[in-house]
């Protein structure tokens, strides 16, 4: 063998091309200049190269994006790969396949020299005549080699067909086995999952029965308690009640030994109330019990007649127990009652105190509370009816400038609302009036305003696409909504904020309308907001 070249098989569905290129080193692509060239779209220009050595055929991808398939098997970039007799090659996705073979160029066969015939007459060698069955059957030799590659390479593709259907087959029952894993795991996790279920449920029942039987028992230990609280506490009041009769009743005859030679009057009625409050701080919350500082005995009342005693007798009280009779009081010119000055008589100690249960002293002060008013209210009443005379002209009323100003006194004042302020910029220009502090100051300071009428201009009419016409006659709105709102804060009345309240939200919701036209939109007016927030922040925090 002297040489070799490369032989190249092209098989597609018009069948099957033999290329003989006499180079044992060529190019395959699209491009005219290759050795064999393929016109596909997959196919690069310069796509695969193939050369002839020792003995073997190599090929190599020249880098291509569509890549070099060999047997079914792409290859790797610019590597050498072995391609034996009835290897497949394809690049990228054309549907024609390549078959490579050596060409081999055998050297002439020197025969040896045939013995001379005799010459003829003439001297010339008769021609030799050809063999016509000979050429015939070189010419089947060669088809039956043609055919025999063809089916060679049908073989070879058929069991490369075969190979892939076992190995998908393979694959298809690993991929089974996995499945039948997964199930089985599925399988087994659902059975841990409804044991771990009923488990939880029997503990949730166990703990629900633990639970109302304590419940139960609490209840009843509860009960138990306040009815031993309750039977307590109505022992406790029926001895309260038992030692305040006996007390109010010694202190009714005490005073009323005092008081039988005294004129009625107001201060009476306050010695009664404060000698009723410290009986039953004594007897009820266990206070220590007040000294009376001894008084002087009150000098002699003049004698009267009868008729001006029994006149006296007719006034009664039922604000004081034990009092029977009232002095009859003496008029001046003037018109002012005068009194005659007595003394109050020395009142004996009560040297009793009432141990009261700690629990109970809520009840003793709600108790002390009702009798306390029930006390007043019978002493407005006898005051209001005349029982009492009056010692001058203040507390009588009988001036006119008095009734002004009884009655101006009884005219309701408006009241101040003061909200608790906090921090912090609310959504709403209401709010932030109510409870942001220095909301307004800031907002109609000279300064602030010019700031913000900069800065909102600036982003509205460079982000926002606004006219500047209309972020002019918006902020001109806004100026007079702060100043329509000021007026309304100051006119609210503290004892019923919420009608002014209300009449800032509705005048804040009619300029709301007012910016969603001129804004063409929320999101603009969401912008907004926003945008105001963050400015008040930063003044806010520079301050």
Known sequence: MSGASLKVKIFDSSGTQVVPV???????????????????????????????DAGRIWIQDLGTQSGTFLNGIRLPSLKPMLVRELDVVRLGDNPATLGMEANLVRAPIVKPAAPVDEVTQSGVKPAVPKDAELEKKRDELAKIRRELAELKLQLQMGRLDKESEDEAHRHLSVMRNEVQNLQDQKARLERTLKQMEQQRQTQLDALEKELAERKAASLAQLKNLMDHEMSKLAEWKMQVIQDIRRDVHTLSQQKAKAWVTRPLSQDMILEWEADIQSLMRR???GEKEEVAEPVTEAPPVPKKSRDERSESMRVATGSMPGRSQVT?????????????????????????????PAKNTQMAKMILMVLLVGGLIAAAVLFKKGFFPVRDRALAGESSGSSSTRSQASAPQKKRYEPIQTKGFRKSYTDNILFTPNFLEMETS????????????????????????????????????????????????????????????????AFQMELNTLLKGKSLNEKFVKLKKNFFARLQAKK
């Open 22 to 52: 006499a180079k044992s080193n060529l190019t395959v692509g699209s491009a005219k200049h290759c050795d064999v060239v393929l016109e596909h779209a997959t196919v690069q220009s310069e796509h695969l190269r193939a050369w002839f």
């Open 283 to 285: 007897v009820m919350l």
């Open 328 to 356: 009859q009081t003496e008029t001046t010119r003037t018109g002012i009652t005068s009194h005659t000055s007595l003394t109050h008589t020395p009142v004996p100690k009560i040297r009793r105190r009432i141990p009261i």
């Open 446 to 509: 000279p300064s602030y305003r010019t700031q913000w009428q900069a800065e909102f201009t600036k982003m509205a009419t460079s982000d926002w696409k606004v006219d500047p016409s209309t972020a002019k006659i918006l902020m001109e709105r806004e100026s007079t909504l702060l100043a329509d709102l000021k007026r309304l804060r100051e006119s609210i009345d503290g004892n019923q904020e919420q009608p002014g309240i209300q009449a800032m939200r509705e005048r804040e919701a």
